[in-house]
Protein backbone atom coordinates (compact mmCIF):
# COMPACT_ATOMS: atom_id res chain seq x y z
CA UNK A 1 0.00 0.00 0.00
CA UNK A 2 0.74 4.01 -0.94
CA UNK A 3 1.94 5.31 2.51
CA UNK A 4 0.94 8.89 2.71
CA UNK A 5 2.91 11.15 5.39
CA UNK A 6 1.70 14.61 6.43
CA UNK A 7 3.70 17.48 7.89
CA UNK A 8 3.44 18.67 10.37
CA UNK A 9 1.21 16.50 12.54
CA UNK A 10 -0.32 19.92 13.98
CA UNK A 11 0.38 23.79 13.87
CA UNK A 12 -0.26 27.30 15.53
CA UNK A 13 -1.57 30.02 13.63
CA UNK A 14 -2.94 33.51 13.50
CA UNK A 15 -5.50 34.66 11.15
CA UNK A 16 -4.29 36.49 8.34
CA UNK A 17 -1.17 33.77 8.11
CA UNK A 18 0.21 31.48 5.33
CA UNK A 19 0.14 28.41 6.25
CA UNK A 20 2.12 25.48 3.93
CA UNK A 21 1.22 21.73 5.10
CA UNK A 22 2.74 19.00 3.06
CA UNK A 23 1.75 15.44 1.74
CA UNK A 24 4.21 12.48 0.89
CA UNK A 25 3.34 9.81 -0.97
CA UNK A 26 5.67 6.27 -0.61
CA UNK A 27 5.91 6.00 -4.29
CA UNK A 28 4.71 8.29 -7.40
CA UNK A 29 1.16 9.10 -7.72
CA UNK A 30 1.36 11.77 -10.81
CA UNK A 31 -1.25 14.31 -9.35
CA UNK A 32 -4.17 11.73 -8.08
CA UNK A 33 -3.91 13.18 -4.95
CA UNK A 34 -7.33 14.96 -2.99
CA UNK A 35 -7.53 17.32 0.51
CA UNK A 36 -9.83 17.19 2.61
CA UNK A 37 -11.02 20.33 5.30
CA UNK A 38 -12.76 18.02 8.60
CA UNK A 39 -14.08 20.49 11.28
CA UNK A 40 -14.66 18.72 14.70
CA UNK A 41 -17.71 16.92 14.89
CA UNK A 42 -18.23 17.14 11.02
CA UNK A 43 -17.51 15.05 8.17
CA UNK A 44 -14.72 15.90 5.88
CA UNK A 45 -15.13 18.50 2.89
CA UNK A 46 -12.81 18.14 -0.35
CA UNK A 47 -10.75 21.17 -1.37
CA UNK A 48 -8.67 20.30 -3.95
CA UNK A 49 -8.18 16.77 -6.48
CA UNK A 50 -6.43 16.68 -9.12
CA UNK A 51 -3.52 17.83 -6.61
CA UNK A 52 -4.13 21.48 -7.71
CA UNK A 53 -8.16 21.92 -9.13
CA UNK A 54 -10.06 23.50 -6.32
CA UNK A 55 -13.49 21.94 -5.81
CA UNK A 56 -15.94 24.49 -6.61
CA UNK A 57 -17.47 26.86 -4.42
CA UNK A 58 -14.10 26.59 -1.84
CA UNK A 59 -12.22 30.01 -1.56
CA UNK A 60 -9.78 30.96 -3.68
CA UNK A 61 -6.96 31.33 -0.81
CA UNK A 62 -6.78 27.46 -0.80
CA UNK A 63 -4.28 26.44 -3.34
CA UNK A 64 -2.83 22.64 -3.96
CA UNK A 65 0.84 22.21 -5.71
CA UNK A 66 2.95 19.53 -6.28
CA UNK A 67 3.35 16.01 -8.95
CA UNK A 68 4.95 12.69 -8.01
CA UNK A 69 5.33 12.03 -4.64
CA UNK A 70 5.53 15.97 -2.77
CA UNK A 71 2.35 17.99 -2.54
CA UNK A 72 1.40 21.00 -0.62
CA UNK A 73 -2.34 22.49 0.39
CA UNK A 74 -1.71 26.02 0.77
CA UNK A 75 -3.91 28.72 2.90
CA UNK A 76 -3.28 32.29 2.00
CA UNK A 77 -4.85 34.63 4.55
CA UNK A 78 -6.09 32.27 7.48
CA UNK A 79 -9.43 32.83 8.18
CA UNK A 80 -11.38 32.06 11.61
CA UNK A 81 -13.57 29.33 9.83
CA UNK A 82 -10.52 27.66 8.60
CA UNK A 83 -8.85 26.03 11.96
CA UNK A 84 -9.27 21.89 11.50
CA UNK A 85 -8.12 19.16 10.36
CA UNK A 86 -6.85 18.83 6.62
CA UNK A 87 -6.05 15.15 5.08
CA UNK A 88 -4.69 14.54 1.93
CA UNK A 89 -5.65 11.20 0.03
CA UNK A 90 -4.18 9.34 -2.74
CA UNK A 91 -6.29 7.76 -5.40
CA UNK A 92 -3.55 6.35 -8.01
CA UNK A 93 -4.70 2.81 -6.71
CA UNK A 94 -6.31 0.74 -4.25
CA UNK A 95 -5.97 0.49 -1.65
CA UNK A 96 -6.78 4.06 -1.17
CA UNK A 97 -4.83 6.04 2.02
CA UNK A 98 -4.98 8.85 3.40
CA UNK A 99 -2.64 10.72 5.51
CA UNK A 100 -2.50 10.83 9.27
CA UNK A 101 -3.67 14.64 9.49
CA UNK A 102 -2.55 18.32 10.04
CA UNK A 103 -4.39 20.20 12.98
CA UNK A 104 -4.21 23.87 12.13
CA UNK A 105 -4.96 25.29 15.85
CA UNK A 106 -5.13 29.27 16.95
CA UNK A 107 -2.33 30.54 17.92
CA UNK B 1 -30.44 19.71 -0.34
CA UNK B 2 -28.54 17.17 -2.46
CA UNK B 3 -26.91 14.78 1.03
CA UNK B 4 -25.73 11.27 1.86
CA UNK B 5 -27.66 9.84 4.82
CA UNK B 6 -25.73 6.90 6.12
CA UNK B 7 -28.01 4.81 9.07
CA UNK B 8 -27.95 1.38 10.85
CA UNK B 9 -25.00 2.45 13.67
CA UNK B 10 -24.73 1.55 17.00
CA UNK B 11 -23.41 -0.45 19.62
CA UNK B 12 -22.96 -4.23 19.01
CA UNK B 13 -21.44 -7.01 20.72
CA UNK B 14 -17.48 -8.27 19.78
CA UNK B 15 -18.02 -11.00 17.38
CA UNK B 16 -21.77 -9.36 16.27
CA UNK B 17 -22.79 -8.33 12.91
CA UNK B 18 -24.42 -4.88 11.74
CA UNK B 19 -25.70 -3.62 8.19
CA UNK B 20 -25.25 -0.14 7.90
CA UNK B 21 -27.21 1.82 4.72
CA UNK B 22 -27.04 5.36 3.27
CA UNK B 23 -29.32 6.94 1.07
CA UNK B 24 -29.01 9.35 -1.30
CA UNK B 25 -31.18 12.35 -1.85
CA UNK B 26 -30.48 15.34 -4.91
CA UNK B 27 -27.69 13.38 -6.32
CA UNK B 28 -26.93 11.24 -8.72
CA UNK B 29 -25.29 8.02 -7.26
CA UNK B 30 -26.29 5.15 -9.44
CA UNK B 31 -23.57 5.91 -12.22
CA UNK B 32 -20.83 6.91 -9.47
CA UNK B 33 -18.33 4.67 -7.24
CA UNK B 34 -19.41 4.87 -4.01
CA UNK B 35 -17.41 3.97 -0.97
CA UNK B 36 -17.26 3.86 2.92
CA UNK B 37 -14.49 5.36 4.75
CA UNK B 38 -14.31 5.27 8.41
CA UNK B 39 -12.75 7.23 11.26
CA UNK B 40 -11.88 5.67 14.92
CA UNK B 41 -12.18 7.90 18.34
CA UNK B 42 -9.78 10.76 17.95
CA UNK B 43 -7.81 9.25 15.01
CA UNK B 44 -7.89 9.70 10.85
CA UNK B 45 -9.38 8.69 8.14
CA UNK B 46 -9.48 4.87 6.87
CA UNK B 47 -10.53 3.79 3.76
CA UNK B 48 -12.91 0.95 4.14
CA UNK B 49 -13.98 -0.23 0.38
CA UNK B 50 -15.14 0.68 -2.94
CA UNK B 51 -18.41 -0.65 -5.23
CA UNK B 52 -18.41 0.91 -8.81
CA UNK B 53 -21.66 2.07 -10.48
CA UNK B 54 -22.04 -1.95 -12.09
CA UNK B 55 -20.60 -3.65 -9.43
CA UNK B 56 -18.21 -4.76 -11.37
CA UNK B 57 -15.46 -3.91 -9.09
CA UNK B 58 -15.69 -4.32 -5.61
CA UNK B 59 -12.98 -3.39 -3.44
CA UNK B 60 -11.86 -4.11 0.48
CA UNK B 61 -9.25 -2.79 3.15
CA UNK B 62 -7.11 -5.56 4.01
CA UNK B 63 -8.40 -4.98 7.77
CA UNK B 64 -11.85 -5.60 6.85
CA UNK B 65 -11.53 -8.79 3.70
CA UNK B 66 -13.60 -11.34 4.19
CA UNK B 67 -15.45 -9.75 6.98
CA UNK B 68 -17.23 -7.05 5.33
CA UNK B 69 -19.53 -6.45 2.38
CA UNK B 70 -20.47 -4.25 0.24
CA UNK B 71 -23.47 -3.63 -2.14
CA UNK B 72 -25.51 -1.53 -3.87
CA UNK B 73 -29.28 -0.82 -5.15
CA UNK B 74 -29.16 1.73 -7.91
CA UNK B 75 -32.96 1.84 -8.02
CA UNK B 76 -33.09 2.83 -4.55
CA UNK B 77 -29.98 5.34 -4.62
CA UNK B 78 -28.22 3.44 -1.92
CA UNK B 79 -25.59 1.82 -0.59
CA UNK B 80 -24.88 -0.80 1.81
CA UNK B 81 -22.07 -2.11 4.35
CA UNK B 82 -22.80 -5.59 5.64
CA UNK B 83 -20.02 -5.72 8.95
CA UNK B 84 -19.52 -9.44 10.49
CA UNK B 85 -17.36 -10.59 12.81
CA UNK B 86 -16.88 -7.30 14.65
CA UNK B 87 -13.92 -6.27 17.13
CA UNK B 88 -13.41 -2.69 19.17
CA UNK B 89 -10.79 -1.80 16.31
CA UNK B 90 -13.79 -1.75 13.80
CA UNK B 91 -15.74 0.76 16.50
CA UNK B 92 -15.82 4.38 14.42
CA UNK B 93 -17.67 7.21 12.34
CA UNK B 94 -18.16 5.07 9.43
CA UNK B 95 -19.04 7.56 6.58
CA UNK B 96 -20.28 6.99 3.03
CA UNK B 97 -18.88 9.01 0.09
CA UNK B 98 -19.66 9.59 -3.33
CA UNK B 99 -16.90 8.57 -5.89
CA UNK B 100 -15.98 9.38 -9.68
CA UNK B 101 -18.33 9.58 -12.32
CA UNK B 102 -17.97 6.28 -14.05
CA UNK B 103 -20.58 3.83 -15.97
CA UNK B 104 -17.68 0.98 -17.69
CA UNK B 105 -16.60 -2.07 -16.47
CA UNK B 106 -13.16 -0.83 -14.98
CA UNK B 107 -13.39 2.72 -13.08
CA UNK B 108 -10.75 4.78 -11.83
CA UNK B 109 -10.36 4.67 -8.09
CA UNK B 110 -12.06 7.62 -6.55
CA UNK B 111 -11.68 10.83 -4.61
CA UNK B 112 -14.62 11.36 -2.10
CA UNK B 113 -16.82 14.28 -2.79
CA UNK B 114 -19.70 14.79 -1.05
CA UNK B 115 -19.56 12.47 2.13
CA UNK B 116 -22.26 11.76 4.34
CA UNK B 117 -22.25 12.85 7.88
CA UNK B 118 -21.42 9.55 9.40
CA UNK B 119 -23.18 6.68 11.53
CA UNK B 120 -21.38 5.51 15.00
CA UNK B 121 -20.36 2.14 15.63
CA UNK B 122 -19.78 0.85 18.68
CA UNK B 123 -18.07 -3.01 19.38
CA UNK B 124 -18.24 -3.46 22.98
CA UNK B 125 -18.37 -6.89 25.08
Known amino acids: AIRMTQSPSSLSASTGDRVNITCRAS??????LAWYQQRPGKAPKLLVY???SLQGGVPSRFSGSGSGTDFTLTISGLQSEDFATYYC?????????FGGGTKVEIK | EAQLVESGGGLVKTGGSLTLSCEAS????????MNWVRQAPGKGLEWVSS????????YYADSVKGRFTVSRDNARNSVFLHMTSLTSEDTAVYYC??????????????????WGQGTLVTVSS
Open chain 2, 97 to 114: ARGRYCVSSSCLPPWFDP
Open chain 1, 89 to 97: QQYATYPLT
Open chain 2, 51 to 58: ITSSRAEI
Open chain 2, 26 to 33: GLAVDTHT
Open chain 1, 27 to 32: QAISSY
Open chain 1, 50 to 52: GAS
